[in-house]
């Protein structure tokens, strides 16, 4: 994606910040920050809690007993650049406490795929494991497509494809995308390859392509060179912490001994849930002189005197507007495309309705004094592949008991102790449905009925875990709906978040900026976060 060419803010300027979820959090966090002068105005129609999809819920079993159920995301990659932000944004704040770590060799860093025949097939972590893999029926045609990709030819063009046709290309057959790499596309965007650019969600191996000719060559070459840089043990930051150190006046070696102390873990969690970090951040702002919360729902943006209004409603009625130097949007683009004045922004909105979502129907399961999930299976979960008939429309399921149990503190005290759970004996899991299995042709989704949803669960549950009736009657269901809470990065889709980027700044003078996952250079949570810090930086 391009650079943006924002417009830095004069002497105290006023920012409005449309949307309170991770996205809009951190930039007020950040821009606060580097610009104490500027009066920050963070405007959420949710009301009484931020962090967008982050909901880790407090609620009661049937025993009337306390329970934390995740109703989202849950979870960080340890060998982000954005999680090394948000870790030392929470540790700035005083709950590093909260902060627990999953170690490589933990069950819990185990991983599933759901065969075709409804068998759980452990991906390879061991020469044992990998045969066992290797006689399943996932692993069908894998020999011949890894053996001959050096030596199939390159894509000529630079064009946009499918993630499905870079794989068809590089490996020979659909079998690799229908038994592995669409599991883990359903996983990850609740899409499909065969609908999913490769330019966006497999930059990498698209790149790797064009730079060796092929992926393997590509993989044998890093390799390399990462074995050849190990030697030199440089303390250098990567330019995204470079940008973070230098502007927010770290120390260097700090950030750099955080960043490769979290890439020793595949997985960080939070004691009480994800909503540590919205909550943490949410704290922080609202003691910050320049920010103010505003619980109201924008309706419009008016270019107006050199100035940006925007006209709030409350419960369906008018409650005035206010005017600023800078507008951020970190919200849906259905959403955004309702704010700008159809009079003057014919041609955007025409390009932000190009953007589809898919909804996600999340099931939380708890049996608070039976663990059902048998220990050969104990892992982060699994995921449904392509090549399973799938009936119940699961794109997989996340084993939250096997985390919580073998999770430790990532800066262990004389008072945490442990963060793993005493009570070994219950399960939380999360069933994850539909996504792209549940729209029509047009792609729109028909979403079936709660109890419905719950059924398909249920079932899906006693073939791949073999859960008796009695134990699943036994637990806590909850159910939530995430309507459109993914972009689906369709073939074409940088191009088109690079023209609507590009027109928003021309039309607006590089002031009205966008943020959150659709205009982020990653699907996840620290992607957001880093793209909300750099743009923060071009505004100071």
């Avoid at 390159?154 to 490996?171: A, C, G, N, P, T």
């Avoid at 008016?302 to 507007?321: P, V």
Wanted: glycine share 6%.
């Amino acid at each position: 994606m391009k650079f943006k060419q924002l417009t830095k803010l004069p002497p105290n300027a006023k920012v409005g910040v449309v949307g309170g979820g991770i996205s809009g959090l951190f930039f007020t966090y950040y821009l606060s920050k580097l610009r104490p002068d500027v009066n920050i105005t963070l405007i959420d129609q949710n009301q009484g809690r931020l962090g967008g999809w982050i909901y880790s819920w407090n609620t009661q079993d049937k025993q009337g007993k306390d329970v934390m159920l995740e109703r989202g995301p849950r979870t960080l990659r340890g060998i982000s650049d954005g999680t090394v932000l948000m870790i030392d944004a929470i540790k700035k704040l005083g709950h590093s406490d909260k902060v627990s770590c999953i170690e490589e060799q933990s069950p819990a860093n185990r991983k599933f795929l759901l065969g075709p025949n409804n068998a759980l097939v452990q991906v390879p972590d061991s020469w044992v494991t990998f045969c066992k893999f290797y006689a399943s029926p996932l692993a069908k045609g894998l020999t011949k497509s890894v053996l001959f990709e050096w030596a199939r030819p390159k894509k000529k063009d630079y064009k946009d494809e499918s993630v499905e046709q870079l794989i068809k290309r590089r490996f020979g057959s659909n079998l690799l995308g229908q038994n592995i790499m669409s599991a883990i596309y359903h996983g990850i965007y609740a899409d499909d390859i065969s609908t999913l650019s490769a330019k966006r969600v497999a930059a990498n191996l698209f790149c790797d392509e064009q730079k060796y000719g092929s992926t393997l060559k590509a993989a044998l070459m890093k390799l390399l060179h990462q074995r050849g840089s190990q030697k030199f043990n440089s303390e250098e930051l990567s330019p995204v912490l470079q940008a973070y150190q230098s502007n927010f006046h770290g120390n260097a070696h700090e950030i750099f001994q955080l960043s490769k102390k979290l890439k020793n873990y595949p997985m960080l969690s939070f004691e009480g849930g994800l909503s540590v970090v919205p909550n943490s951040i949410t704290s922080a702002i609202k003691d910050m002189p320049n920010v103010s919360i505003l619980n109201k729902r924008v309706t419009q943006l008016i270019s107006k005197d050199k100035k940006l209004q925007l006209a709030f409603s409350n419960n369906n009625s008018d409650i005035g507007s206010e005017k600023f130097d800078h507008v951020r949007f970190s919200l849906v683009p259905n959403y955004i495309q309702n704010i700008f004045s159809e009079e003057n922004n014919r041609e955007l909105i025409r390009k932000l309705q190009k953007i589809k979502y898919n909804t996600v129907l999340l099931v939380n399961f708890y049996h608070p004094t039976k663990d059902i999930i048998t220990t050969k299976y104990d892992s982060f979960g699994y995921l449904v592949p392509k090549s399973n008939s799938n009936p119940e429309h699961l794109l997989g399921v996340i084993f939250d008991s096997v985390i919580e149990k073998n999770r430790k503190p990532l800066f262990p005290t004389s008072t945490n102790g442990n963060h793993s759970n005493e009570n070994k004996n219950y399960t939380k899991l999360t069933a994850m449905v539909g996504g792209h299995l549940l729209n029509d042709l047009q792609g729109n989704p028909i979403v079936p009925d709660k109890n419905t949803v719950i059924d398909q669960v249920k079932n899906a549950l006693k073939k791949h875990l073999h859960v008796s009736d009695k134990d699943l009657n036994d637990g806590l269901w909850v159910y939530t709906a995430a309507n459109d809470c993914l972009p689906r990065f369709n073939v074409g889709f940088n191009e088109l978040a690079d023209e609507i980027e590009n027109q928003v700044i021309k039309q607006y003078n590089g002031n009205v900026s966008f943020g959150g996952m659709a205009f982020s250079k990653g699907p996840g949570i620290p992607d957001v976060v880093v793209d909300s810090m750099l743009d923060a930086i071009k505004l100071k």
